[in-house]
């Protein structure tokens, strides 16, 4: 029996508890030398009859010395196609009998090891003009690719190649033609060496020409019936809500209109776990329906982020919802008893996708009784179902509309619903979970900081605030080497990988938004000591670009990479707007001339792509705009104190910059604006009358949630 059909959770459990003291180096009788690895994904594959090694010199240096081709095949734990590909091939005695004789095989967590994701995936979408996971590279003992493919069968079908075909062919190719690879890893070396880094202008492009562009090419692909961007598959592309928000707020009705629409239909869709709270990776879809079921913490964290800038920006307590929403699932799934948050959760459970989720009718009569009809009504569900034959719960109508078409009172019919869905959440929780990885990434975390951060301070709540504080903690306690280098990820302990530009941005922006959250200096303190870091460890002296390893890490071929916004920020933007925001809150005019660098670096691919560069023109317009100055002084813990911070952090100000003063009562506030700087507040109430001036709601002229 294959960990497929088992409980995936207990499988690695099971083997990261073997004692595997007395096992050889290559793992022995039923494993390989995977089961030495310390990352889940890796651990997967530990059974396989797949001679598989780590990425390390090991590997190379067999290859070079028996002159073998390289199976680079890299994933992560909870990726649906790496568990198809893995137990239709991986797990097959005759595939693993092709690659032990003719190659040496090389698995590696993506989320680990991003450096080496990032080159190899670069090398992917300049031969196929696409990637994805998994991606399986086929290269030389000196690491130059010379093939890339993603997910195949085992045998080929419908006109896509199987593995069975293909082995022997590339076999035959390494010792029959080796000028014919030689000239394809030549080839390929040239085009990637195109993507490298050349010289770019030192003058930033025009920053309202790129907004204006922006703004058209996001209208023409948005999805007016149904939100979003492009047909499907649709991912939610926080980065994309939180840019036409800033827009919004600088006059553009449009802009926000999409955003807001946008989140409103993530919300009501089977994208979003009706039940259990958070959003799924994506929709396969244009509807957002049908979910594909993983959940990654980088989703809920940008999700998250992204549902406060509505609420900020429009005061409407839906998004905040929302974003509760995400904190109450991340708090009960996602969090380490450490504080630390959970990768990911996989989409498949019991070897099945989506599983875990959907519902058959029956089973929901059966366990609500005679609230059943009025659950099924709201949620859609029907004997047939929307998938395979089982229903994925999703609304369709406000509960103020189905309440007036229904004759219903909401606060009773909402009472009721939230009743059933507290009893379904309980029943669900009894069946076999999906996968979880438990590897704490330091750059994931840091967005999730940042998330819990803001949403403490908007909605009040000590409790996100105390979570987010938790987890800084543990990085900063945990992940950081003796030296103070930070570490990528953990599992039990800290890798031994260094952390990524990714890294340090990442949390640099948890701890400032921390900061700004409770006027505790100290997380200042370390925002500005990671910020310093970057400088010496990602700042190439000869090019005087940032990089995104670090000048200590293990060199790539080459230094390529497509870099831009995606689901989660570009480190580079992301870089470049917590420095500016660290200059003004810390007087260190130095680092906007880091954030500079780091913007020119992109500056040509901004021009070419604006709406992949979302992030960097945000930060181009903190550079370009003057900050909304807020000066507190005072005893931190006062409650007048406190309420002005809630009332100030509940309004959108995208340019903060936020100072503090301790000293004796009475606290005080002033805000400095557009070239005034108001008389100096003294409560919550006093504050509003200034915001309503300076930070005022925005209205939108459409409202349709669920």
């Known amino acids: 029996m294959t960990h497929a059909k088992l409980d995936t959770t207990a499988y690695i459990t099971r083997l990261r508890a073997l004692d595997k003291s007395a096992l050889p180096l290559d793992g022995g009788q039923g494993f390989n030398r995977l089961i030495?690895?310390?990352?889940?994904?890796?651990?997967?594959?530990?059974?396989?009859?797949?001679?598989?090694?780590?990425?390390?010199?090991?590997?190379?240096?067999?290859?070079?010395?028996?002159?073998?081709?390289?199976?680079?095949?890299?994933?992560?734990?909870?990726?649906?196609?790496c568990h198809v590909m893995a137990h239709e091939s991986f797990e097959d005695d005759q595939v693993a009998a092709l690659l032990n004789s003719h190659f040496v095989c090389i698995k590696v967590d993506r989320e680990e090891r991003p450096d080496i994701d990032d080159f190899y995936m670069a090398v992917s979408q300049v031969l196929t003009g696409s990637g994805g996971w998994?991606?399986?590279?086929?290269?030389?003992?000196d690491k130059r690719p010379f093939m890339a493919v993603t997910y195949l069968?085992?045998?080929?079908?419908?006109?896509?190649?199987?593995?069975?075909?293909?082995?022997p062919n590339i076999a035959a190719l390494w010792r029959r033609q080796p000028d014919l690879i030689e000239n394809n890893c030549r080839g390929i070396m040239e085009a990637m060496a195109n993507l490298s880094p050349r010289e770019t202008s030192h003058i930033l492009p025009d920053l309202q020409d790129l907004i204006d562009t922006s703004f058209n090419q996001l209208q023409s692909q948005y999805d007016p019936l149904h939100g979003g961007f492009g047909t499907a598959p649709k991912f939610p592309m926080p980065i994309n809500m939180t840019w036409l928000i800033g827009q919004g707020a600088a006059g553009n009705s449009p802009a926000l209109e999409m955003?807001?629409?946008?989140?409103?239909?993530?919300?009501?869709?089977?994208?979003?776990?009706?039940?259990?709270?958070?959003?799924?990776?994506?929709?396969?879809?244009?509807?957002?329906l049908a979910p594909h079921f993983e959940k990654m913490l980088y989703d809920q964290a940008m999700l998250g982020l992204a549902a406060?800038?509505?609420?900020?920006?429009?005061?409407?307590?839906?998004?905040?919802?929302?974003?509760?929403?995400?904190?109450?699932?991340?708090?009960?799934?996602?969090?380490?008893?450490?504080?630390?948050?959970?990768?990911?959760?996989?989409?498949?459970?019991?070897?099945?996708?989506?599983?875990?989720?959907?519902?058959?009718?029956?089973?929901?009569?059966?366990?609500?009784?005679?609230?059943?009809?009025?659950?099924?009504?709201?949620?859609?569900?029907?004997?047939?179902?929307?998938?395979?034959?089982?229903?994925?719960?999703?609304?369709?109508?406000?509960?103020?509309?189905?309440?007036?078409?229904?004759?219903?009172?909401?606060?009773?019919?909402?009472?009721?619903?939230e009743r059933s869905r507290l009893v379904l959440l309980e029943r669900r929780e009894r069946r076999i979970r999906p996968f979880r990885d438990e590897k704490i990434v330091t750059a994931w975390n840091g967005l999730m900081i940042a998330a819990l951060a803001r949403g403490g301070a908007v909605a009040g709540n000590p409790a996100f605030l105390e979570s987010a504080g938790r987890a800084a903690l543990f990085l900063l306690e945990r992940l950081r080497r003796e030296d103070g280098r930070l570490l990528r990820s953990f599992l039990g302990e800290a890798s031994d990988v260094p952390a990524f530009l990714e890294d340090y941005a990442f949390l640099a922006f948890g701890l400032?938004?921390?900061?700004?959250?409770?006027?505790d200096t100290a997380w200042l303190a370390q925002a500005l000591l990671l910020a310093d870091q970057m400088r010496k460890i990602f700042l190439d002296p000869g090019s005087g670009r940032f990089l995104k390893t670090g000048l200590d890490a293990e060199p790539m071929p080459l230094a390529a990479s497509m870099e831009h916004d995606g689901v989660t920020p570009s480190p580079f933007s992301l870089a470049a707007q917590t420095l500016i925001r660290l200059a003004r809150a810390a007087a260190r005019p130095d680092l906007l001339g880091h954030a500079g660098r780091l913007?020119?670096?992109?500056?040509?691919?901004?021009?070419?792509?604006?709406?992949?560069?979302?992030?960097?023109?945000?930060?181009?317009?903190?550079?370009?705009?003057?900050?909304?100055?807020?000066h507190f002084s005072g005893p931190r813990e006062h409650p007048a104190m406190q309420g002005m911070l809630h009332s100030l952090k509940s309004h959108y100000c995208p340019n903060l910059a936020l100072f503090f003063e301790a000293n004796d009562p009475p606290p005080a506030l002033t805000i400095c604006a557009r070239g005034t700087c108001y008389p100096a507040v003294h409560n919550a109430t006093e504050l509003e009358a200034v915001l309503e001036r300076v930070a005022p709601r925005l209205k939108p002229s459409k409202v349709c949630k669920p």
């Not at 929901?364 to 719960?393: H, K, M, S, W």
């Not at 400032?512 to 006027?519: H, P």
Request: aromatic share 10%; net charge negative.
């Open 599 to 630: 913007l020119e670096g992109c500056s040509d691919d901004l021009q070419r792509q604006p709406t992949i560069h979302l992030g960097s023109l945000h930060a181009m317009g903190l550079l370009e705009s003057e900050p909304l100055e807020a």
């Open 512 to 519: 400032l938004e921390l900061f700004e959250a409770t006027l």
């Open 308 to 417: 406060l800038e509505a609420s900020q920006a429009t005061g409407d307590v839906f998004y905040l919802g929302m974003a509760q929403n995400i904190f109450d699932f991340v708090a009960r799934e996602l969090t380490s008893p450490e504080g630390g948050f959970y990768a990911a959760l996989d989409a498949d459970s019991e070897g099945v996708e989506g599983k875990y989720y959907v519902w058959d009718k029956r089973e929901i009569e059966e366990i609500l009784g005679d609230d059943a009809p009025l659950f099924c009504r709201f949620y859609q569900v029907t004997a047939e179902g929307n998938f395979e034959g089982l229903t994925i719960l999703n609304t369709r109508v406000s509960l103020d509309e189905f309440c007036a078409r229904e004759g219903l009172d909401p606060a009773e019919t909402g009472g009721r619903l």
């Open 134 to 141: 998994p991606l399986n590279i086929f290269m030389t003992p």
């Open 36 to 81: 030495f690895a310390k990352s889940p994904y890796l651990l997967q594959h530990a059974e396989n009859p797949v001679a598989w090694y780590e990425w390390g010199d090991a590997a190379f240096g067999r290859a070079r010395d028996e002159n073998l081709p390289i199976l680079l095949s890299i994933g992560y734990a909870t990726c649906h196609w």
């Open 259 to 288: 955003a807001l629409q946008t989140l409103q239909r993530i919300r009501s869709g089977g994208v979003w776990d009706q039940v259990g709270g958070g959003v799924h990776r994506y929709a396969v879809d244009r509807e957002w």
């Open 153 to 167: 069968p085992r045998h080929g079908r419908a006109g896509m190649s199987g593995l069975m075909e293909l082995l």
